[in-house]
Protein backbone atom coordinates (compact mmCIF):
# COMPACT_ATOMS: atom_id res chain seq x y z
CA UNK A 1 0.00 0.00 0.00
CA UNK A 2 0.84 3.23 -0.85
CA UNK A 3 1.38 6.26 2.63
CA UNK A 4 1.83 9.88 2.23
CA UNK A 5 4.97 10.87 4.46
CA UNK A 6 4.94 14.58 5.57
CA UNK A 7 8.71 15.73 6.70
CA UNK A 8 9.06 18.60 9.49
CA UNK A 9 8.59 21.17 7.50
CA UNK A 10 5.13 19.72 6.01
CA UNK A 11 3.74 18.84 9.05
CA UNK A 12 4.19 22.64 10.12
CA UNK A 13 2.74 23.74 6.43
CA UNK A 14 -0.26 21.57 6.73
CA UNK A 15 -1.47 22.86 10.50
CA UNK A 16 -1.38 26.43 11.44
CA UNK A 17 -0.92 27.67 15.22
CA UNK A 18 -4.94 29.02 15.46
CA UNK A 19 -5.59 25.20 13.97
CA UNK A 20 -3.49 23.29 16.28
CA UNK A 21 -5.02 24.71 19.04
CA UNK A 22 -9.08 24.54 18.04
CA UNK A 23 -7.70 20.45 17.83
CA UNK A 24 -6.02 20.08 20.83
CA UNK A 25 -8.95 21.85 22.95
CA UNK A 26 -11.61 19.29 20.96
CA UNK A 27 -9.33 16.49 21.37
CA UNK A 28 -9.33 17.37 25.16
CA UNK A 29 -12.89 17.37 25.45
CA UNK A 30 -13.25 13.98 23.45
CA UNK A 31 -10.87 12.77 25.85
CA UNK A 32 -12.79 13.68 29.06
CA UNK A 33 -16.49 12.37 27.23
CA UNK A 34 -14.66 9.10 26.85
CA UNK A 35 -14.63 9.41 23.12
CA UNK A 36 -10.85 9.55 22.39
CA UNK A 37 -8.71 6.71 24.45
CA UNK A 38 -4.89 6.57 25.62
CA UNK A 39 -3.20 4.19 27.77
CA UNK A 40 0.20 5.65 29.21
CA UNK A 41 3.19 5.53 27.21
CA UNK A 42 6.07 3.33 27.86
CA UNK A 43 9.58 4.68 28.28
CA UNK A 44 12.81 3.20 26.77
CA UNK A 45 15.67 4.17 28.45
CA UNK A 46 18.78 4.39 26.14
CA UNK A 47 21.63 4.94 29.10
CA UNK A 48 23.61 7.37 29.26
CA UNK A 49 22.11 9.55 26.25
CA UNK A 50 18.27 9.57 27.04
CA UNK A 51 15.14 7.69 26.70
CA UNK A 52 12.26 6.96 23.93
CA UNK A 53 8.76 7.22 24.18
CA UNK A 54 6.12 5.69 22.50
CA UNK A 55 2.49 6.88 22.85
CA UNK A 56 -0.45 4.91 21.47
CA UNK A 57 -4.00 7.43 21.28
CA UNK A 58 -7.22 6.39 19.64
CA UNK A 59 -9.95 8.57 17.83
CA UNK A 60 -11.38 10.19 15.79
CA UNK A 61 -11.37 7.25 13.25
CA UNK A 62 -7.79 6.55 13.85
CA UNK A 63 -5.09 5.21 16.09
CA UNK A 64 -1.66 7.24 16.42
CA UNK A 65 1.68 5.87 17.54
CA UNK A 66 4.20 8.52 18.02
CA UNK A 67 7.93 7.45 18.66
CA UNK A 68 9.84 10.06 19.88
CA UNK A 69 13.03 10.77 21.69
CA UNK A 70 14.42 12.98 24.05
CA UNK A 71 18.09 13.23 24.11
CA UNK A 72 19.53 16.43 25.63
CA UNK A 73 23.23 16.01 24.88
CA UNK A 74 21.96 15.66 21.34
CA UNK A 75 22.56 19.50 20.46
CA UNK A 76 25.78 20.08 22.21
CA UNK A 77 27.26 16.91 20.84
CA UNK A 78 25.66 15.99 17.84
CA UNK A 79 24.31 19.48 17.10
CA UNK A 80 21.04 17.35 15.93
CA UNK A 81 17.70 17.85 17.87
CA UNK A 82 16.74 17.01 21.24
CA UNK A 83 13.60 15.26 20.13
CA UNK A 84 13.43 12.90 17.25
CA UNK A 85 11.18 10.54 15.97
CA UNK A 86 8.24 9.46 13.76
CA UNK A 87 4.10 9.69 14.40
CA UNK A 88 2.23 6.50 12.45
CA UNK A 89 -1.77 7.58 12.04
CA UNK A 90 -3.48 4.07 11.00
CA UNK A 91 -6.82 3.78 9.96
CA UNK A 92 -9.05 2.77 13.41
CA UNK A 93 -11.42 0.48 11.35
CA UNK A 94 -8.70 -1.20 9.06
CA UNK A 95 -5.59 -0.63 10.64
CA UNK A 96 -4.04 0.38 7.59
CA UNK A 97 -1.35 3.11 7.74
CA UNK A 98 -2.90 6.47 6.29
CA UNK A 99 0.25 8.99 6.81
CA UNK A 100 3.62 9.30 8.52
CA UNK A 101 4.87 12.36 9.88
CA UNK A 102 7.61 13.95 11.39
CA UNK A 103 7.39 13.57 15.09
CA UNK A 104 9.49 16.25 15.91
CA UNK A 105 6.84 19.08 14.41
CA UNK A 106 4.22 17.37 15.71
CA UNK A 107 5.33 17.34 18.72
CA UNK A 108 6.24 21.42 19.04
CA UNK A 109 2.78 22.17 17.30
CA UNK A 110 1.00 20.31 20.26
CA UNK A 111 3.19 21.55 23.07
CA UNK A 112 2.81 24.95 21.62
CA UNK A 113 -0.99 24.97 20.86
CA UNK A 114 -1.61 23.28 24.54
CA UNK A 115 -0.22 26.55 25.96
CA UNK A 116 -3.08 28.80 24.27
CA UNK A 117 -5.91 26.54 25.19
CA UNK A 118 -4.41 26.31 29.02
CA UNK A 119 -4.49 30.24 29.19
CA UNK A 120 -7.54 30.86 27.51
CA UNK A 121 -9.28 28.40 29.74
CA UNK A 122 -7.45 29.52 33.18
CA UNK A 123 -6.26 32.95 32.88
CA UNK A 124 -7.68 35.98 33.85
CA UNK A 125 -10.06 37.24 30.55
CA UNK A 126 -7.95 40.43 30.70
CA UNK A 127 -4.65 38.83 30.06
CA UNK A 128 -2.67 39.65 27.62
CA UNK A 129 1.45 39.97 27.91
CA UNK A 130 3.21 37.01 27.99
CA UNK A 131 6.53 36.19 29.76
CA UNK A 132 8.27 33.46 28.32
CA UNK A 133 10.85 31.62 30.19
CA UNK A 134 12.61 29.71 27.85
CA UNK A 135 12.88 30.30 24.21
CA UNK A 136 13.90 27.16 22.63
CA UNK A 137 12.22 25.08 19.73
CA UNK A 138 8.98 24.59 22.10
CA UNK A 139 9.22 27.68 23.56
CA UNK A 140 8.55 29.41 20.09
CA UNK A 141 6.17 27.20 19.44
CA UNK A 142 3.94 27.89 22.71
CA UNK A 143 4.70 31.72 22.12
CA UNK A 144 3.41 31.62 18.18
CA UNK A 145 0.65 30.02 19.63
CA UNK A 146 -0.39 32.38 22.02
CA UNK A 147 0.35 34.86 19.71
CA UNK A 148 -2.33 33.27 17.34
CA UNK A 149 -4.85 33.08 20.14
CA UNK A 150 -4.27 37.23 20.40
CA UNK A 151 -1.96 37.33 23.59
CA UNK A 152 0.65 39.71 23.55
CA UNK A 153 3.28 41.39 23.23
CA UNK A 154 5.72 39.52 25.56
CA UNK A 155 8.92 39.51 27.40
CA UNK A 156 11.26 36.91 25.93
CA UNK A 157 13.71 35.74 28.65
CA UNK A 158 16.80 32.72 27.80
CA UNK A 159 20.26 31.85 28.81
CA UNK A 160 21.48 32.04 25.49
CA UNK A 161 20.25 35.60 24.28
CA UNK A 162 20.21 34.67 20.41
CA UNK A 163 16.96 32.32 21.23
CA UNK A 164 15.52 34.94 23.14
CA UNK A 165 15.98 37.75 20.71
CA UNK A 166 14.86 35.91 17.52
CA UNK A 167 11.87 34.78 19.13
CA UNK A 168 11.22 38.42 20.26
CA UNK A 169 11.83 39.80 16.51
CA UNK A 170 10.05 37.12 14.91
CA UNK A 171 6.53 37.96 17.19
CA UNK A 172 7.50 41.69 17.80
CA UNK A 173 7.96 41.11 21.08
CA UNK A 174 10.66 42.47 23.64
CA UNK A 175 13.99 40.26 24.87
CA UNK A 176 14.39 40.63 28.11
CA UNK A 177 15.22 38.65 31.69
CA UNK A 178 13.47 36.35 33.17
CA UNK A 179 11.94 39.18 35.99
CA UNK A 180 10.57 40.88 33.35
CA UNK A 181 9.07 38.04 31.50
CA UNK A 182 7.02 36.53 35.34
CA UNK A 183 5.66 40.23 35.32
CA UNK A 184 3.44 39.52 32.37
CA UNK A 185 -0.30 38.31 32.95
CA UNK A 186 0.47 34.73 31.41
CA UNK A 187 4.12 33.14 31.90
CA UNK A 188 5.21 30.06 30.56
CA UNK A 189 7.95 27.78 31.53
CA UNK A 190 9.85 25.65 28.88
CA UNK A 191 13.20 25.30 30.24
CA UNK A 192 15.05 21.79 30.87
CA UNK A 193 13.60 21.34 34.43
CA UNK A 194 16.82 21.33 35.94
CA UNK A 195 16.54 23.96 38.52
CA UNK A 196 13.32 25.95 39.70
CA UNK A 197 12.85 29.45 37.83
CA UNK A 198 9.35 30.09 39.67
CA UNK A 199 10.14 30.77 43.51
CA UNK A 200 7.31 31.63 45.98
CA UNK A 201 8.35 35.23 45.64
CA UNK A 202 7.63 35.35 42.18
CA UNK A 203 3.64 34.40 42.68
CA UNK A 204 1.70 37.94 42.15
CA UNK A 205 -2.05 37.96 42.23
CA UNK A 206 -4.02 37.01 38.82
CA UNK A 207 -1.16 35.03 37.68
CA UNK A 208 -1.09 32.25 35.28
CA UNK A 209 1.52 29.67 35.15
CA UNK A 210 1.91 27.27 32.23
CA UNK A 211 4.44 24.84 32.91
CA UNK A 212 5.61 22.93 29.91
CA UNK A 213 9.32 22.07 30.73
CA UNK A 214 9.00 19.16 33.21
CA UNK A 215 8.37 16.20 31.30
CA UNK A 216 9.96 13.17 33.60
CA UNK A 217 10.89 12.02 37.28
CA UNK A 218 12.99 14.89 39.16
CA UNK A 219 12.44 17.89 36.98
CA UNK A 220 10.79 20.74 37.98
CA UNK A 221 10.53 24.39 36.70
CA UNK A 222 8.72 25.35 40.06
CA UNK A 223 9.54 25.54 44.00
CA UNK A 224 7.41 23.10 45.79
CA UNK A 225 6.43 25.42 47.96
CA UNK A 226 5.43 27.66 44.86
CA UNK A 227 3.29 25.14 43.48
CA UNK A 228 1.80 24.47 46.60
CA UNK A 229 0.62 28.06 46.50
CA UNK A 230 -1.03 28.00 43.47
CA UNK A 231 -4.47 26.67 42.15
CA UNK A 232 -3.71 23.32 40.26
CA UNK A 233 -4.45 22.13 36.85
CA UNK A 234 -2.84 19.76 34.65
CA UNK A 235 -3.16 18.07 31.43
CA UNK A 236 -3.76 14.28 33.10
CA UNK A 237 -3.27 13.43 36.70
CA UNK A 238 -1.19 10.77 36.40
CA UNK A 239 1.50 11.87 33.93
CA UNK A 240 1.70 14.84 36.39
CA UNK A 241 1.95 13.24 39.69
CA UNK A 242 5.07 10.79 38.45
CA UNK A 243 6.54 13.00 35.39
CA UNK A 244 5.21 16.09 35.59
CA UNK A 245 5.68 19.76 37.66
CA UNK A 246 3.02 18.39 40.38
CA UNK A 247 5.83 15.32 40.99
CA UNK A 248 7.92 17.09 43.24
CA UNK A 249 5.01 18.63 45.20
CA UNK A 250 3.05 15.20 45.86
CA UNK A 251 5.90 13.40 46.92
CA UNK A 252 6.66 15.99 49.45
CA UNK A 253 2.92 15.59 50.39
CA UNK A 254 2.10 19.36 49.87
CA UNK A 255 -0.52 18.10 47.40
CA UNK A 256 -2.91 15.59 46.88
CA UNK A 257 -5.05 14.72 43.82
CA UNK A 258 -8.40 16.50 45.17
CA UNK A 259 -6.70 20.24 44.81
CA UNK A 260 -5.79 19.29 41.04
CA UNK A 261 -8.14 19.09 38.24
CA UNK A 262 -7.80 18.31 35.01
CA UNK A 263 -8.16 21.01 31.61
CA UNK A 264 -10.44 18.39 30.16
CA UNK A 265 -12.74 18.79 32.83
CA UNK A 266 -12.48 22.46 32.77
CA UNK A 267 -12.86 22.79 29.09
CA UNK A 268 -15.60 20.33 28.86
CA UNK A 269 -17.28 22.92 31.90
CA UNK A 270 -17.73 19.58 34.26
CA UNK A 271 -15.32 21.21 36.79
CA UNK A 272 -14.07 25.16 37.63
CA UNK A 273 -11.44 26.58 36.19
CA UNK A 274 -9.90 30.15 37.53
CA UNK A 275 -10.85 30.32 41.47
CA UNK A 276 -11.19 34.39 41.22
CA UNK A 277 -9.37 37.06 39.54
CA UNK A 278 -6.37 37.43 42.18
CA UNK A 279 -6.05 33.42 42.10
CA UNK A 280 -2.62 32.35 40.46
CA UNK A 281 -3.40 29.34 38.63
CA UNK A 282 -0.23 26.76 37.24
CA UNK A 283 -1.05 24.20 34.47
CA UNK A 284 1.35 21.47 34.08
CA UNK A 285 1.73 20.44 30.87
CA UNK A 286 3.18 16.41 30.36
CA UNK A 287 2.13 16.15 26.58
CA UNK A 288 -0.82 13.73 25.92
CA UNK A 289 -0.89 11.18 22.85
CA UNK A 290 -4.49 12.70 22.33
CA UNK A 291 -2.36 16.15 21.38
CA UNK A 292 -0.07 14.17 18.79
CA UNK A 293 -3.59 12.52 17.23
CA UNK A 294 -5.12 15.94 17.15
CA UNK A 295 -2.11 17.35 15.25
CA UNK A 296 -1.62 14.09 12.83
CA UNK A 297 -5.33 13.81 11.92
CA UNK A 298 -5.52 18.01 11.14
CA UNK A 299 -2.48 17.06 8.98
CA UNK A 300 -4.01 14.46 7.31
CA UNK A 301 -7.30 16.08 6.53
CA UNK A 302 -5.05 19.24 5.09
CA UNK A 303 -2.95 16.80 2.74
CA UNK A 304 -6.78 15.08 1.35
CA UNK A 305 -7.79 18.16 0.92
CA UNK A 306 -4.92 19.02 -1.34
CA UNK A 307 -3.71 21.96 0.99
CA UNK A 308 -0.05 20.57 1.42
CA UNK A 309 2.19 18.14 -1.13
CA UNK A 310 3.51 15.08 0.56
CA UNK A 311 6.40 12.39 -0.02
CA UNK A 312 4.82 8.76 -0.92
CA UNK A 313 6.42 5.18 0.17
CA UNK A 314 5.19 1.99 -1.17
CA UNK A 315 5.11 -0.32 2.49
CA UNK B 1 17.17 13.81 7.56
CA UNK B 2 16.82 11.38 4.92
CA UNK B 3 15.45 7.84 5.98
CA UNK B 4 15.33 4.76 3.48
CA UNK B 5 12.00 2.63 3.87
CA UNK B 6 11.95 -1.01 3.56
CA UNK B 7 8.57 -1.97 1.93
CA UNK B 8 6.96 -5.54 2.52
CA UNK B 9 9.23 -7.25 -0.85
CA UNK B 10 12.00 -5.19 0.20
CA UNK B 11 12.13 -6.67 3.80
CA UNK B 12 11.97 -10.09 2.63
CA UNK B 13 14.66 -9.65 0.16
CA UNK B 14 16.55 -7.80 2.62
CA UNK B 15 17.04 -11.16 5.38
CA UNK B 16 16.85 -14.67 4.47
CA UNK B 17 15.09 -17.33 6.63
CA UNK B 18 18.77 -18.43 7.60
CA UNK B 19 20.17 -15.13 8.15
CA UNK B 20 16.58 -14.03 10.55
CA UNK B 21 17.31 -17.58 12.44
CA UNK B 22 20.74 -16.92 13.33
CA UNK B 23 19.77 -13.19 14.19
CA UNK B 24 16.35 -14.48 16.70
CA UNK B 25 18.58 -16.80 18.39
CA UNK B 26 21.06 -14.30 18.83
CA UNK B 27 18.90 -11.80 20.48
CA UNK B 28 17.27 -14.03 22.71
CA UNK B 29 20.90 -14.47 24.24
CA UNK B 30 21.25 -11.08 24.30
CA UNK B 31 18.14 -10.48 26.20
CA UNK B 32 18.70 -13.00 28.35
CA UNK B 33 22.62 -11.54 29.25
CA UNK B 34 21.05 -8.24 29.89
CA UNK B 35 22.70 -6.40 27.05
CA UNK B 36 19.08 -5.85 24.85
CA UNK B 37 16.29 -4.50 26.79
CA UNK B 38 12.45 -4.57 26.36
CA UNK B 39 9.54 -2.91 28.53
CA UNK B 40 6.26 -4.68 28.18
CA UNK B 41 4.12 -4.11 25.28
CA UNK B 42 1.21 -1.69 24.80
CA UNK B 43 -2.40 -2.73 23.50
CA UNK B 44 -4.46 0.04 22.16
CA UNK B 45 -7.92 -1.28 21.71
CA UNK B 46 -10.00 -0.43 18.40
CA UNK B 47 -13.14 -2.05 19.33
CA UNK B 48 -14.72 -4.14 17.55
CA UNK B 49 -12.10 -4.16 14.94
CA UNK B 50 -8.98 -5.14 16.71
CA UNK B 51 -6.23 -4.02 18.63
CA UNK B 52 -2.79 -2.45 18.19
CA UNK B 53 0.12 -2.96 19.98
CA UNK B 54 3.04 -0.95 20.70
CA UNK B 55 6.48 -3.07 21.04
CA UNK B 56 10.06 -1.09 21.93
CA UNK B 57 13.25 -2.44 22.56
CA UNK B 58 16.60 -1.23 22.50
CA UNK B 59 20.18 -3.44 21.61
CA UNK B 60 22.96 -3.77 19.59
CA UNK B 61 23.18 0.27 18.94
CA UNK B 62 19.78 0.69 18.08
CA UNK B 63 16.34 1.57 19.52
CA UNK B 64 13.32 0.35 17.96
CA UNK B 65 9.63 1.02 17.77
CA UNK B 66 6.75 -2.01 16.28
CA UNK B 67 3.46 -0.52 15.81
CA UNK B 68 1.38 -3.30 14.51
CA UNK B 69 -2.10 -4.31 14.16
CA UNK B 70 -4.44 -7.57 14.92
CA UNK B 71 -7.22 -7.08 12.60
CA UNK B 72 -8.47 -10.59 12.50
CA UNK B 73 -11.70 -9.37 10.45
CA UNK B 74 -9.75 -7.11 7.43
CA UNK B 75 -9.18 -10.54 5.29
CA UNK B 76 -12.96 -11.24 5.04
CA UNK B 77 -14.51 -7.75 5.28
CA UNK B 78 -11.33 -5.59 3.83
CA UNK B 79 -9.47 -7.56 1.61
CA UNK B 80 -6.34 -6.70 3.81
CA UNK B 81 -4.08 -8.21 6.28
CA UNK B 82 -4.98 -8.85 9.59
CA UNK B 83 -1.55 -7.34 10.61
CA UNK B 84 -0.53 -3.65 9.44
CA UNK B 85 1.88 -1.46 10.78
CA UNK B 86 5.26 0.12 10.78
CA UNK B 87 8.75 -0.50 12.10
CA UNK B 88 11.02 2.35 13.21
CA UNK B 89 14.88 1.59 13.53
CA UNK B 90 16.54 4.86 15.64
CA UNK B 91 19.78 5.53 16.54
CA UNK B 92 20.35 4.70 20.41
CA UNK B 93 23.05 6.92 20.94
CA UNK B 94 21.75 9.58 18.90
CA UNK B 95 17.78 8.81 18.33
CA UNK B 96 18.43 9.53 14.70
CA UNK B 97 15.24 7.29 12.84
CA UNK B 98 17.62 5.30 10.91
CA UNK B 99 15.10 3.38 8.42
CA UNK B 100 11.31 2.61 8.60
CA UNK B 101 10.17 -1.06 7.52
CA UNK B 102 7.03 -2.78 7.01
CA UNK B 103 6.06 -4.17 9.63
CA UNK B 104 4.16 -7.31 8.35
CA UNK B 105 6.85 -8.86 6.68
CA UNK B 106 9.48 -8.05 9.67
CA UNK B 107 6.72 -9.84 12.05
CA UNK B 108 6.69 -12.50 9.62
CA UNK B 109 10.23 -13.28 9.66
CA UNK B 110 10.55 -13.04 13.45
CA UNK B 111 7.57 -15.35 14.30
CA UNK B 112 8.70 -18.06 11.36
CA UNK B 113 12.63 -17.70 12.89
CA UNK B 114 12.00 -18.30 16.26
CA UNK B 115 9.95 -21.61 15.49
CA UNK B 116 13.46 -23.04 13.71
CA UNK B 117 15.40 -21.52 17.12
CA UNK B 118 12.90 -23.52 19.35
CA UNK B 119 12.79 -26.68 17.52
CA UNK B 120 16.92 -26.42 16.88
CA UNK B 121 17.16 -25.74 20.95
CA UNK B 122 14.11 -28.13 21.78
CA UNK B 123 12.94 -31.09 19.55
CA UNK B 124 15.17 -34.28 19.65
CA UNK B 125 18.49 -34.41 17.67
CA UNK B 126 17.10 -36.75 15.09
CA UNK B 127 13.70 -34.89 15.05
CA UNK B 128 12.88 -34.53 11.08
CA UNK B 129 9.55 -34.12 9.84
CA UNK B 130 7.10 -30.96 10.61
CA UNK B 131 3.64 -30.79 10.68
CA UNK B 132 2.08 -27.85 10.15
CA UNK B 133 -1.29 -27.08 11.67
CA UNK B 134 -2.70 -23.42 10.11
CA UNK B 135 -1.42 -22.09 6.67
CA UNK B 136 -1.73 -18.63 6.59
CA UNK B 137 1.18 -16.37 6.51
CA UNK B 138 2.71 -17.00 10.39
CA UNK B 139 2.47 -20.36 9.49
CA UNK B 140 4.19 -20.24 5.89
CA UNK B 141 6.89 -18.35 7.31
CA UNK B 142 7.40 -20.77 10.50
CA UNK B 143 7.21 -24.03 7.94
CA UNK B 144 10.27 -21.59 5.19
CA UNK B 145 12.16 -21.15 8.42
CA UNK B 146 11.84 -24.83 9.38
CA UNK B 147 13.02 -26.14 5.93
CA UNK B 148 15.73 -23.33 6.34
CA UNK B 149 16.97 -24.84 9.14
CA UNK B 150 17.50 -28.48 7.54
CA UNK B 151 13.83 -29.57 8.96
CA UNK B 152 11.28 -31.52 6.77
CA UNK B 153 9.77 -33.05 4.45
CA UNK B 154 6.23 -32.13 6.52
CA UNK B 155 2.78 -31.93 6.32
CA UNK B 156 0.80 -28.71 5.74
CA UNK B 157 -2.94 -28.67 7.06
CA UNK B 158 -5.42 -25.93 6.96
CA UNK B 159 -9.27 -25.63 7.07
CA UNK B 160 -8.58 -23.82 3.53
CA UNK B 161 -7.14 -26.65 1.84
CA UNK B 162 -5.91 -24.56 -0.83
CA UNK B 163 -3.66 -22.33 1.84
CA UNK B 164 -2.23 -26.19 2.74
CA UNK B 165 -1.22 -27.29 -1.24
CA UNK B 166 0.37 -23.63 -1.96
CA UNK B 167 2.53 -24.52 1.22
CA UNK B 168 3.22 -27.71 0.46
CA UNK B 169 4.38 -27.62 -3.05
CA UNK B 170 6.08 -24.34 -2.47
CA UNK B 171 7.94 -26.99 -0.01
CA UNK B 172 7.93 -29.87 -1.56
CA UNK B 173 5.83 -31.22 1.09
CA UNK B 174 2.68 -33.12 1.66
CA UNK B 175 -0.70 -31.41 2.17
CA UNK B 176 -3.19 -33.46 5.03
CA UNK B 177 -5.28 -33.31 7.50
CA UNK B 178 -4.75 -32.39 11.39
CA UNK B 179 -4.07 -35.92 12.45
CA UNK B 180 -0.97 -35.83 9.70
CA UNK B 181 0.52 -33.41 10.90
CA UNK B 182 0.17 -34.38 14.79
CA UNK B 183 2.49 -37.21 13.44
CA UNK B 184 5.61 -35.65 12.73
CA UNK B 185 7.99 -34.69 14.89
CA UNK B 186 7.63 -30.85 15.26
CA UNK B 187 4.68 -29.80 15.22
CA UNK B 188 3.59 -26.33 14.68
CA UNK B 189 0.45 -24.76 15.66
CA UNK B 190 -0.38 -21.30 13.68
CA UNK B 191 -3.81 -21.42 14.10
CA UNK B 192 -5.99 -17.84 15.42
CA UNK B 193 -6.30 -19.90 19.17
CA UNK B 194 -9.97 -20.03 18.64
CA UNK B 195 -10.12 -23.65 19.64
CA UNK B 196 -7.60 -26.55 20.50
CA UNK B 197 -6.34 -28.41 18.11
CA UNK B 198 -3.70 -30.15 20.53
CA UNK B 199 -5.30 -32.28 22.68
CA UNK B 200 -3.64 -35.15 25.38
CA UNK B 201 -4.33 -37.94 23.11
CA UNK B 202 -2.05 -36.75 20.23
CA UNK B 203 1.01 -36.62 22.21
CA UNK B 204 3.15 -38.69 21.52
CA UNK B 205 6.51 -39.36 23.28
CA UNK B 206 9.31 -37.46 21.55
CA UNK B 207 7.09 -34.72 19.92
CA UNK B 208 8.48 -30.78 19.62
CA UNK B 209 5.14 -28.54 20.17
CA UNK B 210 5.38 -24.97 18.70
CA UNK B 211 2.30 -23.19 19.94
CA UNK B 212 2.51 -19.84 17.62
CA UNK B 213 -0.91 -18.61 17.32
CA UNK B 214 -2.20 -17.67 20.77
CA UNK B 215 -1.60 -14.22 20.80
CA UNK B 216 -3.65 -12.83 23.19
CA UNK B 217 -6.04 -13.03 26.18
CA UNK B 218 -8.78 -16.07 25.83
CA UNK B 219 -6.69 -17.66 22.47
CA UNK B 220 -5.45 -20.77 22.97
CA UNK B 221 -3.98 -24.24 20.72
CA UNK B 222 -3.61 -26.71 23.04
CA UNK B 223 -6.30 -28.04 25.96
CA UNK B 224 -4.98 -27.52 29.75
CA UNK B 225 -4.91 -30.91 30.00
CA UNK B 226 -2.32 -31.15 26.78
CA UNK B 227 -0.34 -28.04 28.12
CA UNK B 228 -0.23 -29.44 31.23
CA UNK B 229 1.33 -32.64 30.44
CA UNK B 230 4.54 -31.02 28.55
CA UNK B 231 7.80 -30.20 29.72
CA UNK B 232 7.54 -26.28 29.07
CA UNK B 233 8.89 -23.45 27.38
CA UNK B 234 8.40 -19.83 26.31
CA UNK B 235 9.91 -16.84 25.03
CA UNK B 236 8.95 -14.49 28.14
CA UNK B 237 7.05 -15.77 31.38
CA UNK B 238 5.35 -12.21 31.89
CA UNK B 239 3.27 -12.46 27.47
CA UNK B 240 2.85 -15.75 28.05
CA UNK B 241 1.43 -16.51 31.10
CA UNK B 242 -1.22 -13.61 30.78
CA UNK B 243 -1.66 -13.74 27.06
CA UNK B 244 -0.69 -16.70 25.57
CA UNK B 245 -0.65 -20.36 25.30
CA UNK B 246 0.52 -21.12 28.74
CA UNK B 247 -2.20 -19.14 30.38
CA UNK B 248 -4.75 -21.18 30.31
CA UNK B 249 -2.88 -23.31 32.44
CA UNK B 250 -1.83 -20.97 34.73
CA UNK B 251 -5.45 -19.53 35.55
CA UNK B 252 -6.21 -23.17 36.22
CA UNK B 253 -3.74 -23.56 38.50
CA UNK B 254 -2.53 -26.24 36.26
CA UNK B 255 0.94 -24.83 35.77
CA UNK B 256 3.71 -22.19 37.42
CA UNK B 257 6.29 -20.32 36.89
CA UNK B 258 9.10 -22.35 38.37
CA UNK B 259 8.01 -25.02 35.39
CA UNK B 260 8.27 -23.33 32.38
CA UNK B 261 11.52 -22.19 31.29
CA UNK B 262 12.70 -19.45 29.18
CA UNK B 263 13.82 -20.43 25.26
CA UNK B 264 16.82 -17.77 26.66
CA UNK B 265 17.64 -19.54 29.44
CA UNK B 266 18.40 -22.60 27.34
CA UNK B 267 20.27 -21.07 24.41
CA UNK B 268 22.18 -19.33 27.04
CA UNK B 269 22.81 -22.52 28.52
CA UNK B 270 21.96 -21.20 31.58
CA UNK B 271 18.56 -23.97 31.68
CA UNK B 272 18.00 -27.62 30.78
CA UNK B 273 16.68 -27.86 27.30
CA UNK B 274 14.16 -30.98 26.72
CA UNK B 275 14.27 -33.17 29.55
CA UNK B 276 15.00 -36.82 27.59
CA UNK B 277 14.44 -38.38 24.36
CA UNK B 278 10.61 -39.15 25.52
CA UNK B 279 9.95 -36.00 26.42
CA UNK B 280 6.70 -33.77 25.03
CA UNK B 281 8.68 -30.18 24.94
CA UNK B 282 5.89 -27.29 24.14
CA UNK B 283 7.25 -23.67 23.32
CA UNK B 284 4.78 -21.08 23.62
CA UNK B 285 6.23 -18.09 20.87
CA UNK B 286 4.23 -15.01 22.02
CA UNK B 287 6.36 -12.86 19.63
CA UNK B 288 9.25 -10.17 20.94
CA UNK B 289 10.27 -7.27 20.07
CA UNK B 290 13.70 -8.00 20.75
CA UNK B 291 12.84 -10.58 17.95
CA UNK B 292 12.03 -7.59 15.35
CA UNK B 293 14.56 -5.35 16.25
CA UNK B 294 16.91 -8.36 15.18
CA UNK B 295 15.20 -8.96 12.16
CA UNK B 296 15.41 -4.85 12.14
CA UNK B 297 18.51 -4.12 12.10
CA UNK B 298 19.58 -7.27 9.93
CA UNK B 299 17.97 -5.41 6.89
CA UNK B 300 19.75 -2.31 8.11
CA UNK B 301 22.77 -3.71 7.55
CA UNK B 302 21.55 -5.49 4.22
CA UNK B 303 21.01 -2.07 2.77
CA UNK B 304 24.12 -0.23 4.05
CA UNK B 305 25.72 -3.49 2.49
CA UNK B 306 24.16 -2.59 -0.86
CA UNK B 307 22.27 -5.46 -1.15
CA UNK B 308 19.37 -4.12 -1.22
CA UNK B 309 17.35 -0.93 -2.27
CA UNK B 310 15.26 1.24 -0.52
CA UNK B 311 12.72 4.11 -0.95
CA UNK B 312 13.95 7.21 0.71
CA UNK B 313 12.29 9.89 2.35
CA UNK B 314 12.89 13.09 4.14
CA UNK B 315 11.30 13.99 7.58
Redesign the interface.
Same mark, same amino acid.
Not at 154 to 168: K, Y
Given at each position: MNVP &?L %? /?DAVLAAVSPAQAIERVRAAFVAHRAGEW +?M??K #??? *? =?PP /? %?D?R?M???GGGF?M?K?I =?S?PG?PAA /?G?PTV?? &?V?L =?D %?? +? =???RM?L *?A?AVTALRTGAVAAVAAQALARADAASVGMIGCGLHGAWAARCLAAAGYGPGVCADPRPEAAVALAEELGWAAGERRGALACDVVCCVTPGLEPVVEVGDLRPGLHLNMLGADGPGKAEASVEAVARCALFCDEWEQASHGGELTGAVEAGAIERAGVTELGAVLAGAAAGRPGAEAVTLFDSTGLAIQDLAIAIAAYSAWRAGSVEA?E #???
Amino acid at each position: MNVP &VL %G /HDAVLAAVSPAQAIERVRAAFVAHRAGEW +TMPAK #IYL *D =SPP /H %GDFRAMPALGGGFAMLKWI =SSFPGNPAA /HGLPTVMG &VVCL =SD %GA +T =SEPRMLL *DARAVTALRTGAVAAVAAQALARADAASVGMIGCGLHGAWAARCLAAAGYGPGVCADPRPEAAVALAEELGWAAGERRGALACDVVCCVTPGLEPVVEVGDLRPGLHLNMLGADGPGKAEASVEAVARCALFCDEWEQASHGGELTGAVEAGAIERAGVTELGAVLAGAAAGRPGAEAVTLFDSTGLAIQDLAIAIAAYSAWRAGSVEAQE #IAL
